[in-house]
């Protein structure tokens, strides 16, 4: 499973990205607005950082002829830019064009099994389950990744790749994980618990003091 960063916070990006760990970045304009700064500066600064992997970046009209235009725009602010666009039937066109016309786009806001078929149909590159909003309603959001994976093998939609996304906790993510999504999206909050465990800080911790214990000053 790959990870992408939902943040549009440069440091951010630069500390995870010399990790390795890190596969691609999710921006929208609440995280963008965050920054308090330039949106096309940021989103080309993190477009450099992210050389290897895709950033995603969000359409912010409503029109649907406007959401075209704007799209394709988007879509040239750097090679490895992926438009987001909602799940809406006023889209269903513009998304089936700019398919037709090789952008590739992030699809957001699916919260069913069919809305995720119906963009499959349509070819585009990723479909994001929005999980933490599901749970909000009470319903499952992980359970719809997997079903989402049961769709997509099923009919082999070789095209689209599944995105979890609103994550918000560990949870969400190490599920994500064992039901097959293609991504994760995860803010920095999440990822810094997911990566740590108390029993590998206290394994460290008593590696350190038997080593200490031997009285040898250098090694090898």
Same mark, same amino acid.
């Given at each position: 499973?790959?990870?992408?960063?939902?943040?549009?916070?440069?440091?951010?990006?630069?500390?995870?990205?010399?990790?390795?760990?890190?596969? &691609?970045?999710?921006?929208?304009?609440?995280?963008?607005?965050?920054?308090?700064?330039?949106?096309?500066?940021?989103?080309?600064?993190?477009?450099?950082?992210?050389?290897?992997?895709?950033?995603?970046?969000?359409?912010?009209?409503?029109?649907?002829?406007?959401?075209?235009?704007?799209?394709?725009?988007?879509?040239?602010?750097?090679?490895?830019?992926?438009?987001?666009?909602?799940?809406?039937?006023?889209?269903?066109?513009?998304?089936?064009?700019?398919?037709?016309?090789?952008?590739?786009?992030?699809?957001?806001?699916?919260?069913?099994?069919?809305?995720?078929?119906?963009?499959?149909?349509?070819?585009?590159?990723?479909?994001?389950?929005?999980?933490?909003?599901?749970?909000?309603?009470?319903?499952?959001?992980?359970?719809?990744? &997997?079903?989402?994976?049961?769709?997509?093998?099923?009919?082999?939609?070789?095209?689209t790749k599944i995105i979890a996304a609103s994550v918000r906790h560990v949870r969400h993510l190490h599920d994500s994980a064992?039901?097959?999504?293609?991504?994760?999206?995860?803010?920095?909050?999440?990822?810094?618990?997911?990566?740590?465990?108390?029993?590998?800080?206290?394994?460290?911790?008593?590696?350190?003091?038997?080593?200490?214990?031997?009285?040898?000053?250098?090694?090898?």
């Amino acid at each position: 499973m790959k990870l992408f960063l939902d943040t549009a916070n440069v440091k951010e990006i630069k500390k995870w990205i010399a990790t390795g760990l890190i596969d &691609g970045v999710t921006t929208n304009p609440s995280l963008l607005h965050k920054e308090k700064g330039d949106p096309k500066k940021i989103i080309t600064q993190i477009c450099k950082l992210v050389k290897n992997g895709v950033v995603s970046v969000e359409v912010t009209e409503k029109d649907s002829k406007k959401v075209y235009i704007q799209a394709k725009q988007i879509a040239k602010i750097a090679k490895n830019v992926i438009v987001k666009i909602p799940c809406h039937p006023d889209y269903f066109e513009v998304i089936k064009k700019l398919v037709d016309e090789g952008i590739k786009l992030n699809i957001t806001l699916i919260f069913s099994v069919l809305q995720g078929l119906a963009m499959c149909k349509l070819g585009v590159s990723y479909i994001s389950p929005f999980i933490g909003r599901l749970d909000d309603i009470d319903d499952d959001g992980v359970e719809l990744v &997997g079903k989402l994976r049961q769709m997509i093998d099923e009919y082999v939609f070789i095209n689209t790749k599944i995105i979890a996304a609103s994550v918000r906790h560990v949870r969400h993510l190490h599920d994500s994980a064992l039901l097959g999504a293609d991504v994760a999206t995860v803010p920095v909050s999440v990822l810094e618990k997911a990566m740590n465990h108390p029993l590998t800080d206290r394994g460290m911790e008593k590696f350190l003091e038997d080593w200490k214990k031997i009285g040898i000053k250098k090694f090898p």
